[in-house]
């Protein structure tokens, strides 16, 4: 934990606080936990039993929810903020909203971007929120209204923040709670629920002065360098999180972090854009990862990978057992920021002129407070669903499972930069270790030297053997011991090489840290998997109206096979597939494409029928022109 003075560490949260550009239609942005609380009600869900009220509404406060609470295995204690609308208010806030124009538009090709597996799949995904635990559709629309309300009596936005010095880092944690997630209801996405944390980090290092540089006055420590953010987003974790400072390709407002944040499920981008996300559903979790390995081989033979530059590969496909979903991050919306940065140029990334919000003072987690400490319990409704994308999240120290999040405990080791020392220590640390390097060259010198002369002595001895006789047992043995000092020492001369090699990358990256230069090439050598918008689609109306009805339409007439045809039901799936992947590549402008895969397909199933047919035959044809191959080879050889 951070030892810095209280005023200190508000200085610092709020030079490098970032700033956040939401999308047109977004109803839920950053707000104070407390003035949520004030609205909830406490509950405990036994396992088997009801959900028992603990606190009403009205009663609960930060204190009360700090309070420890006593509860058997199993028990999970969550909030709970609004009640859904009756039948009545229902309909008229669906009313109002039929009234005024949406401003959200999802665009084109929203469906079409992918294939007709992965719309099945989706389909199948939408089916099952009838049998999992959801949050009701209602709800989102009664949180909309409570939440407006509770804005016109408070209207300020604010963030919760934390210094953590660790490894010679330090690091400024901004978290950032909204009380409601719609991206299902309201984006078309994958999941509702009450409450959501979002969280991002500022790495900071320590740097020497630079005389010749005029420092910010407003840097309340000008000793301390940004080098790296990390933006919470979905299911990426570790290296892929994070950008170097100086990366060109994420956007900042001076010393601010830019956020582009997700539509509903507030998840943070580097880059403005739509972007392709996927739920990976449990029990598909092994053809899922079969299919990633094949997808990966296949790609890697053929070279179908995209490359966006040196070090950095973003593959092509999607996984057809993953759920596809848009994440639609556009920052064309209300723009919460620094009052520091208004009016800075970067504004020209947005799609149009936003209303811009400043924030509020910002709150501390440190020490941490009684509720972020004692309460493990989820910020939101428990709604029991098995793949836990309904259920609301707990606080920002603890996952839904109340163990303590990495995250929290952990800031280096969430964002992959446990194995990245600070600039300064990283100096220390190449010199270190390629001292040691050298020491341990001497001592391989001196063994290979000491080596290589037992070897010349052991092939005069061996030598000397070759013509008596009688000393042909003990020839045999030294011929096993000097054939095994030759590998021992040929393996100690390989590991000398490679150590002079390393010596001298050593010697060059010490030489680029100590003068803080960074090869443009490799502020991104260690992403993996990068967030990358997904690119514009050109499809036409009629295109992305098939992708709309093609799944239905597909269960439809299946259903009238099942009824109509049940005894040629295998022939006429067949064709009705085979019609709909034809539609479908003919929209997409593949047809030629589909036509050369299923003719190889094809070719490749008559190969698998001629061999199984005709086995015996081939392989003596086989053994034939292997075996006139080479008399034809060797008597070349032999009249040459």
């Known amino acids: 934990m951070s030892e810095m003075p209280e005023d200190l560490v508000l200085r610092l949260l709020r030079y490098y606080e970032p700033e956040v550009r939401y999308n ?28 028992e009220l603990l606190v009403p509404q009205g009663e609960l406060t930060l204190d009360v929810l700090a309070q420890p609470r006593q509860a058997a295995f199993g028990a999970v204690h969550f909030l709970r903020y609004i009640e859904p609308l009756n039948l009545a208010d229902l309909a008229a806030h669906r009313l109002r909203e039929g009234f005024v124009r949406r401003e959200f538009r999802a665009g084109r090709g929203r469906l079409a971007r992918v294939g007709f597996g992965s719309r099945l799949l989706d389909a199948l995904f939408e089916v099952t929120l009838f049998a999992r635990g959801r949050v009701p559709g209602d709800t989102a629309a009664a949180a909309v209204l409570a939440y407006q309300q509770l804005m016109a009596g408070d209207p300020h936005h604010t963030y919760y923040g934390r210094v953590v010095e660790q490894n010679g880092w330090v690091v400024l944690q901004y978290w950032f709670f909204y009380a409601f997630n719609n991206w299902r209801s309201g984006f078309f996405g994958a999941n509702d629920h009450e ?90 979790r092994p053809l899922v ?42 920052g064309d919306g209300v723009v919460i920021g620094s009052a520091m940065a208004s009016g800075s140029a970067e504004t020209r990334f947005l799609h149009s002129k936003p209303q811009r919000i400043l924030w509020s003072e910002p709150e501390l987690l440190q020490p941490e407070p009684g509720w972020v400490l004692h309460y493990r319990g989820l910020f939101g409704l428990y709604a029991r669903d098995p793949l836990s994308g309904e259920d609301a999240p707990a606080g920002p120290r603890y996952n839904r499972d109340g163990s303590v999040r990495r995250a929290w405990y952990d800031p280096l080791g969430w964002a992959g930069l446990d194995k990245v020392p600070p600039p300064a220590e990283a100096v220390q640390r190449l010199l270190a270790r390629r001292e040691a390097l050298l020491d341990e060259q001497a001592q391989l010198a001196a063994d290979i030297a000491a080596r290589s002369e037992a070897i010349v002595t052991l092939g005069v001895e061996l030598a000397a053997m070759e013509s008596q006789p009688h000393l042909q047992t003990r020839g045999r043995l030294e011929r096993q011991r000097l054939d095994e000092a030759i590998q021992a020492t040929d393996r100690l001369r390989a590991t000398y090489a490679e150590n002079e090699a390393l010596l001298d ?7 680029l840290v100590k003068t803080g230069q960074q090869d443009p090439r490799s502020l991104r050598k260690h992403i993996r998997r990068a967030h990358q918008p997904s690119s514009p689609l050109g499809l036409s109306r009629f295109a992305e109206g098939w992708a709309a009805i093609s799944t239905g339409l597909f269960l439809i007439i299946f259903v009238l096979l099942f009824l109509l045809a049940r005894d040629s039901l295998d022939v006429g799936l067949g064709a009705l597939l085979l019609l709909l992947l034809t539609i479908e590549a003919a929209f997409r402008r593949r047809l030629e494409k589909l036509i050369v895969t299923a003719t190889g397909i094809l070719a490749f199933l008559a190969a698998l029928v001629i061999i199984y047919e005709y086995f015996w035959e081939l392989t003596l044809l086989g053994v034939l022109l292997l075996g006139g191959f080479l008399i034809f080879d060797n008597l070349r050889e032999f009249w040459s």
């Open 24 to 51: 047109q239609g977004e109803s839920f942005l950053p707000m104070s936990v407390e003035a949520y609380i004030r609205e909830c009600s406490l509950w405990v869900q036994h396992p088997g039993r009801e959900p």
């Open 195 to 284: 409450a959501d944390w979002e969280m991002v980090c500022v790495y900071l290092a320590p740097v020497s002065s630079d005389p010749g540089s005029t420092p910010d006055p407003a840097n309340p420590r000008p000793d301390l360098r940004p080098l790296w953010v990390a933006y919470a987003s979905h299911d990426f974790s570790g290296d892929d999180l994070r950008r170097h400072w100086d990366d060109p390709k994420w956007h900042k407002n001076g010393s601010h972090p830019v956020i582009y944040a997700g539509a509903g499920s507030h998840a943070s981008y580097f880059r403005p854009g739509d972007y392709l996300a996927e739920l990976e559903l449990p029990f598909l």
């Open 289 to 330: 990862d079969l299919t990633d390995r094949l997808q990966t081989s296949w790609a890697k033979l053929l070279r179908r990978y995209q490359l966006k530059e040196e070090h950095e590969l973003e593959q092509t496909h999607l996984n057809v057992f993953r759920v596809p979903f848009v994440d639609y991050a556009r």
């Open 505 to 511: 990358a050593l010697r060059q990256h010490a030489d």
